[in-house]
Structures are given as C-alpha cells and as structure tokens.
C-alpha cells in the first residue's frame, strides 16, 4: 500500500516536472523568438524622418492645375514651442497610453478587434500615434495585413531609435490639419493667427480633434461637428487628470473666436474641385489626405482650365446682386461623367463650404423630367392632354389635401399638352400626372437617374420637394443627353505614386449601362427643348416658356429645365457634348440671420441661374462642332398644333415639328383653325343669281 502511494506520488511529480520544463522551453523560445525579431529590427537601423515631396495635380490637358510644394505651409517647431496644451490634447484624444507603451496599446488593438467582430465590419482603428507617424511617414493607407505588418516594423524601429518625445514632436510637425496645412505650428497660424505655444486650452482642443478627419471636424467647413468633436477632446482631458474640473468648465465655455484671412487659398486655381478630388481619393481609393498633399503624387484629373475659368467667369458677372446668394455649379461630360469645371461658392477664401457637392437643396421644377420621362413610359404622348386648372387633390385615402398653384396663379381652364406643360412648367399638369401613376412611380424612376437623396412618395415629389446636391442632380440629366446610358461624376483618371507605380487609372472606354429606352430619352430631349421655343407660350394665360430671355443665347441643340423655391433657382441643361448645372440661393444656415431677413423670394434674384447657365454653355461650345442629338430609328416627326397635340394645318397659326414613338403619332388634324364659309346675304347678286339660274332650269324641266 505503502509502495504503491509513493508510485503514485512519483507520477505525478514527473508529470508536472515536464508540464514545467514545456512550460520553460516554451517561454525561453517565445523569449528568443522575440528577442530575434528585436535584434532583426535594431539591425535595420533607424528609418529616416524623410521630408515629404511635392504632389502634384494636373488638369485634363496635361497642364499643371496645382503643387503641394516640400514645406509649403509647415512650420517645424519644437516640442517645447508647441505648449503643454496642445501636447495634453492630441494625447488624450489620440494615444493616452502613448509613454507607457512601445509602439503599441495591446489593450486598446484588442478592445477594437473585437468591436470590429461584433459589428463586421471596420469600425474601429486601435493605431497609436507611433503607429500614425510611421504610416505617414513611409507607407499607403490601404487596408492589408501587409501594410499593418509594415507599419508595425516600422513603428517598433521608430520606438526603438528616437525617444518618445521626438516621435511625439516629429508627428505634431507632420500631421495634417485641414486646408492645405500640416502641422501645429501652421494650422494654429491659419485657424487662429497665433503660436501654438499661445493657444488656449479650448483652441487646442479644438485642433487637436481635427486629424481624425479634417474634411468632417474643420470649424471652417463644419462649426457644429467641429464643437462637438471639441468637446470630445476636453472631456478626455478632464478624464485623464490634464484638465482639473474649473479648468474644464472654463475651456468649455470659451467661445471659439476663428481667424478670418482675406488672402486665405489666393491664387488656387479651381480650390473647390481640388478639395472634391480630394475626398475622392479619401473616400474610393483610401489614400489619407497627408499622403495626398505630400505623398509625391501625381494626379490627374479631368477638368478644364478654360471651363474653368469660364464659369468663375460668368458666375463673377452675373452675381453681383446686393443680395447674399451663394452658388453651385457643376459642368460634365454627359458620356463619361468627367467633371470639366466645379464651382461650390462666391470665395473660397469666405467659405470653402462646397456647395456643388456638400449642400442639398429642394429641387423644384428640375425634378418634372423625371416625372414625364416616366409618363411616357406609361403610354403618356407629348401631345397628351390635361386640363390645367385650380384643383384640390384629395390623397392619404381623403385625410390629406393638397393644393398646388401655378406661377402667377395662371391656369388655362382648357386642356394642355405634356409639351407645352413642360415648356411653361405647369403645376397643375404635373400633379395630375402624377396622381394618375401612383407616387412611387416618380421615386422608382428618379433612383433609375442615379438620384441617391432619400425620396418620399407624396404629392410635392413632383414639385421637387426632395433636397438633393448639385452634382446628383445635373449628373442624373446625362442619360437624356447621352441615349439613355448611366455615368458617374468622375474627377481623377489616373494616380501615380512618388516611385511611378500606377495606383489607379480609370478605364479609358468604360461600359456605361443602359438604363433609359433610348427613344423615349430623345422624346424628353425633344420637350426639354421647347423652354427655348416662343411657340410654345401659352397665349390663354399669356404664360411665356421659362427659357425665353435666353433663347438669343442658343444657336445649337440644347435642352433643359429650370426650378425655383423661395430660396433655391435652379437650371440645368445639356447638349451632346456638356451637361451643366447651376444653383444660386441663400444658404441655409443663414436664413434665421438678420442680415438675411431683407432677402426677397427667388422671383426677385431667380434669372442669375439662367444667366449663368446660358453664357456659359453659349462661349464653352465656340468653335466646337454643332451636333444634333442621335434620333433613334423608331421615332418619326410630325408637323403638330402645340397647343391642343393635332396634326398642323396651313391654317394653324402657330405648328412645331415634334417627335414620337412611330406609330403613335396624332392621325387627327386641326380643325380649329379652318376658315368657316361665308354666311349667305340676302339680295346679294354673287349668292342669289346662281341660284335664280338653277331655279329657271328646274321648273324647265318640270
């Protein structure tokens, strides 16, 4: 009994010796493991702080549009120039951890992995500011395991080499701040014209949350995520003990005083267009905006300087009312949606807002070719007719009305075509059509368009009561200009990276789907272009087309729809070469200011758009060729009366030649318009002798 104890005893002491000696030989490998992989990377040598180099962007001729030059807008300060603010901030909110840790917070990459796996997908990131440096520093920011697996070399030869405070300096001096500014010392000159060693704590605060996303947490592009992104950065320092709780308070309540310069982006050329190229490259091909601006990149892009200017051009003239408006404005190339000249403000140094692709805007009547597209889908004809008159729609199975005027409160009391509904943008003729097909039909066929903006199935969709940006809309007008073919606004062709690596280039002949009947597409051309005609007025109400004080401005296939709200005018238009769209109103945020409370509506200021929009496309077509828009082959013109759809007479007094699906062109003629006979006089001899001279004969034969 006595042995067999001992026997047992005896196992299981050999059985934990080897547990442990595993255990041991485990530990010394991992050890050595480690200490391998340590020696391999301090052998390597500390990477070099390289400076960055000159991006540069081209317009589409090949010309340079802009340069990102070494050290422009970049003050290298010292860490102890920078102030204990800015230091307290950009630790609390990027890297808490950041003195403690070599290179990486496990904790903080575990909490985040795991936020991922239960969301699937990358919500968050877990780089310490080590890890921020390295990659801007030396590597994409693509999402691999290769590029982690660099960056993580890098940041333990960065921790391995420098001291922590030379990494810190190093990254406050490179990183980049919004508006063409890296570095602490620049984006504090820019946003507040002081040192960084002279911010308050609110300002650096205020700086300090905009790396995580400058397009998003700028104060000059957006004040209010801008505060609450602020605010973030001050609760995380009063958490960590950086800000004792009347510090705190005192930083919260500091109003946000920002500096305003009057030579702010002087001499940029097209800076709006640059800054939507930008968030293209962030947002489609992951490149960080450091690397954008430093990264040695060559970018080619598709606008056209001399568009360009153009429109900079006109905008400047035709603007020059006393009101405060604002403006958008987008010009494409409705074949492959390349963007040929981008406006998104009056100044960009006032305002660097983009309104061209930032703003969302009601639509107005520039939603109303969607609305008949979709009609003659249906069986709708140009000349089908409605009654345009006051009505009172009754919807929501009869709890809601809604009653929509004309222009003027102008109604014909008589039947209309769709064609010249459309010329003189009739209301009532658009609501009818629209009750007629059910709302969700005009929902359905606007996200055919590429329209993305969130779309409600109710009477005012029809009146272009949804918000939508500039370029949705104007690019959502391309499948009428290009036979019924889907595009995407495209503002880059190609990018090169600083060792001539080809990181993107767009397909030179890309596939375009079709999602339009190209037939139907020319029809809607065809109406679009009756704003244009003066024979389309309606004389019963003495309605002119919305286009006709710029009808002396065609002289080539155009076609087009404008669109006004109190606050918004509206036109877009295109011919086979360019779609062009222009919004002039009041911006949003300044309605309730009491500068803007002397604003009239837009019938006041409404024609700047039109204007715009007219001399614009008049000089971008000089010297190109004049093209017609492609007629398919099942489509055929008649000669029509346009005010009641019949087939034209020589009697008619006003007739346009209009297009249809062949076969379903009008077989019935005018007859309006036919002289009547003339009423028989009594003893007037040319009426009666020819009648006396019959009489004679008959009673002859009697």
Same mark, same amino acid.
């Given at each position: 009994?006595?042995?067999?104890?001992?026997?047992?005893?005896?196992?299981?002491?050999?059985?934990?010796?080897?547990?442990?000696?595993?255990?041991?030989?485990?530990?010394?490998?991992?050890?050595?493991?480690?200490?391998?992989?340590?020696?391999?990377?301090?052998?390597?040598?500390?990477?070099?702080?390289?400076?960055?180099?000159?991006?540069?962007?081209?317009?589409?001729?090949?010309?340079?549009?802009?340069?990102?030059?070494?050290?422009?807008?970049?003050?290298?300060?010292?860490?102890?120039?920078?102030?204990?603010?800015?230091?307290?901030?950009?630790?609390?909110?990027?890297?808490?951890?950041?003195?403690?840790?070599?290179?990486?917070?496990?904790?903080?990459?575990?909490?985040?992995?795991?936020?991922?796996?239960?969301?699937?997908?990358?919500?968050?990131?877990?780089?310490?500011?080590?890890?921020?440096?390295?990659?801007?520093?030396?590597?994409?920011?693509?999402?691999?395991?290769?590029?982690?697996?660099?960056?993580?070399?890098?940041?333990?030869?960065?921790?391995?080499?420098?001291?922590?405070?030379?990494?810190?300096?190093?990254?406050?001096?490179?990183?980049?701040?919004?508006?063409?500014?890296?570095?602490?010392?620049?984006?504090?000159?820019?946003?507040?014209?002081?040192?960084?060693?002279?911010?308050?704590?609110?300002?650096?605060?205020?700086?300090?949350?905009?790396?995580?996303?400058?397009?998003?947490?700028?104060?000059?592009?957006?004040?209010?995520?801008?505060?609450?992104?602020?605010?973030?950065?001050?609760?995380?320092?009063?958490?960590?003990?950086?800000?004792?709780?009347?510090?705190?308070?005192?930083?919260?309540?500091?109003?946000?005083?920002?500096?305003?310069?009057?030579?702010?982006?002087?001499?940029?050329?097209?800076?709006?267009?640059?800054?939507?190229?930008?968030?293209?490259?962030?947002?489609?091909?992951?490149?960080?905006?450091?690397?954008?601006?430093?990264?040695?990149?060559?970018?080619?892009?598709?606008?056209?300087?001399?568009?360009?200017?153009?429109?900079?051009?006109?905008?400047?003239?035709?603007?020059?009312?006393?009101?405060?408006?604002?403006?958008?404005?987008?010009?494409?190339?409705?074949?492959?949606?390349?963007?040929?000249?981008?406006?998104?403000?009056?100044?960009?140094?006032?305002?660097?807002?983009?309104?061209?692709?930032?703003?969302?805007?009601?639509?107005?009547?520039?939603?109303?070719?969607?609305?008949?597209?979709?009609?003659?889908?249906?069986?709708?004809?140009?000349?089908?007719?409605?009654?345009?008159?006051?009505?009172?729609?009754?919807?929501?199975?009869?709890?809601?009305?809604?009653?929509?005027?004309?222009?003027?409160?102008?109604?014909?009391?008589?039947?209309?075509?769709?064609?010249?509904?459309?010329?003189?943008?009739?209301?009532?003729?658009?609501?009818?059509?629209?009750?007629?097909? !059910? &709302?969700?039909?005009?929902?359905? %066929?606007?996200?055919?368009? =590429?329209?993305?903006?969130?779309? $409600?199935?109710?009477? #005012?969709?029809?009146?272009?009561?949804?918000?939508?940006?500039?370029?949705?809309?104007?690019?959502?007008?391309?499948?009428?200009?290009?036979?019924?073919?889907?595009?995407?606004?495209?503002?880059?062709?190609?990018?090169?990276?600083?060792?001539?690596?080809?990181?993107?280039?767009?397909?030179?002949?890309?596939?375009?789907?079709?999602?339009?009947?190209?037939?139907?597409?020319?029809?809607?051309?065809?109406?679009?272009?009756?704003?244009?005609?003066?024979?389309?007025?309606?004389?019963?109400?003495?309605?002119?087309?919305?286009?006709?004080?710029?009808?002396?401005?065609?002289?080539?296939?155009?076609?087009?729809?404008?669109?006004?709200?109190?606050?918004?005018?509206?036109?877009? !238009? &295109?011919?086979?070469?360019?779609? %062009?769209?222009?919004?002039? =109103?009041?911006?949003?945020?300044? $309605?309730?200011?009491? #500068?803007?409370?002397?604003?009239?509506?837009?019938?006041?200021?409404?024609?700047?758009?039109?204007?715009?929009?007219?001399?614009?496309?008049?000089?971008?077509?000089?010297?190109?060729?004049?093209?017609?828009?492609?007629?398919?082959?099942?489509?055929?013109?008649?000669?029509?009366?346009?005010?009641?759809?019949?087939?034209?007479?020589?009697?008619?007094?006003?007739?346009?030649?209009?297009?249809?699906?062949?076969?379903?062109?009008?077989?019935?003629?005018?007859?309006?318009?036919?002289?009547?006979?003339?009423?028989?006089?009594?003893?007037?001899?040319?009426?009666?002798?020819?009648?006396?001279?019959?009489?004679?004969?008959?009673?002859?034969?009697?």
């Amino acid at each position: 009994m006595e042995i067999g104890t001992r026997t047992s005893r005896q196992k299981k002491t050999n059985h934990w010796r080897r547990i442990i000696r595993l255990g041991l030989i485990s530990v010394v490998s991992k050890m050595a493991l480690t200490l391998a992989v340590f020696a391999y990377v301090y052998q390597l040598g500390a990477p070099p702080l390289s400076v960055p180099e000159t991006t540069v962007m081209y317009s589409a001729d090949g010309s340079i549009l802009a340069e990102q030059h070494q050290g422009q807008n970049r003050h290298w300060i010292s860490l102890e120039e920078m102030g204990q603010s800015v230091i307290d901030a950009t630790l609390a909110i990027e890297d808490r951890k950041f003195y403690s840790h070599h290179g990486f917070d496990v904790l903080r990459i575990g909490r985040a992995a795991a936020t991922n796996v239960l969301a699937g997908s990358k919500l968050q990131g877990a780089s310490t500011i080590t890890q921020q440096y390295a990659r801007n520093l030396y590597l994409s920011h693509e999402k691999t395991w290769v590029r982690k697996f660099n960056e993580a070399l890098y940041s333990m030869r960065l921790e391995m080499h420098y001291t922590k405070d030379e990494i810190l300096e190093g990254y406050l001096n490179t990183i980049y701040y919004g508006h063409s500014t890296y570095g602490i010392q620049a984006a504090s000159a820019m946003y507040f014209n002081k040192d960084a060693g002279d911010l308050t704590t609110a300002e650096a605060a205020m700086l300090a949350g905009i790396p995580k996303g400058p397009g998003l947490y700028s104060p000059k592009i957006n004040p209010e995520q801008a505060e609450a992104r602020q605010q973030l950065v001050l609760r995380a320092m009063r958490d960590n003990g950086s800000l004792t709780m009347r510090e705190y308070e005192a930083a919260v309540k500091e109003k946000i005083v920002l500096y305003e310069a009057d030579d702010l982006e002087t001499g940029r050329q097209a800076p709006y267009f640059q800054d939507a190229v930008q968030t293209w490259l962030e947002n489609e091909l992951g490149i960080s905006p450091a690397v954008v601006h430093t990264g040695g990149l060559q970018i080619h892009t598709t606008l056209d300087r001399d568009l360009q200017r153009l429109a900079e051009h006109w905008i400047k003239e035709e603007l020059n009312s006393p009101y405060d408006l604002q403006v958008g404005f987008v010009s494409m190339d409705p074949n492959n949606g390349h963007v040929k000249a981008m406006v998104g403000g009056r100044d960009y140094g006032e305002s660097p807002f983009n309104r061209a692709t930032q703003a969302r805007r009601q639509a107005g009547s520039t939603f109303k070719p969607f609305l008949y597209y979709a009609a003659l889908k249906e069986g709708f004809r140009p000349n089908t007719l409605l009654t345009s008159e006051e009505t009172d729609f009754v919807w929501d199975d009869g709890r809601e009305t809604y009653k929509p005027k004309n222009f003027n409160d102008r109604y014909a009391d008589e039947p209309m075509t769709m064609l010249q509904a459309l010329a003189v943008s009739d209301n009532i003729y658009a609501m009818k059509t629209h009750f007629l097909l !059910g &709302f969700q039909t005009l929902a359905d %066929t606007a996200r055919t368009f =590429g329209i993305t903006s969130p779309l $409600r199935p109710v009477p #005012s969709l029809a009146l272009g009561s949804v918000e939508v940006g500039v370029t949705e809309l104007t690019n959502a007008y391309s499948p009428f200009a290009n036979g019924g073919r889907e595009v995407e606004p495209a503002f880059v062709t190609k990018v090169v990276d600083r060792n001539g690596e080809v990181l993107y280039s767009a397909d030179p002949e890309p596939v375009h789907e079709r999602v339009l009947d190209p037939a139907l597409a020319f029809l809607m051309t065809d109406m679009m272009h009756g704003m244009f005609e003066m024979e389309l007025n309606d004389p019963r109400t003495r309605t002119a087309v919305t286009g006709q004080s710029l009808i002396h401005l065609i002289n080539r296939p155009v076609a087009g729809k404008s669109g006004s709200t109190p606050r918004d005018s509206w036109m877009i !238009g &295109f011919t086979p070469q360019l779609v %062009t769209g222009v919004w002039v =109103g009041v911006d949003k945020d300044a $309605r309730s200011g009491s #500068s803007q409370a002397a604003i009239p509506d837009s019938g006041s200021w409404g024609m700047h758009s039109k204007r715009i929009w007219a001399q614009f496309m008049s000089h971008a077509h000089e010297g190109e060729l004049i093209l017609p828009f492609s007629k398919p082959p099942n489509v055929s013109a008649v000669e029509i009366n346009p005010l009641n759809g019949m087939l034209a007479t020589d009697d008619c007094p006003v007739t346009r030649e209009t297009y249809f699906l062949t076969g379903t062109e009008p077989t019935a003629f005018c007859t309006e318009h036919v002289p009547k006979p003339e009423p028989v006089i009594p003893g007037d001899p040319l009426h009666d002798e020819p009648r006396r001279l019959l009489d004679r004969i008959f009673r002859w034969f009697d």
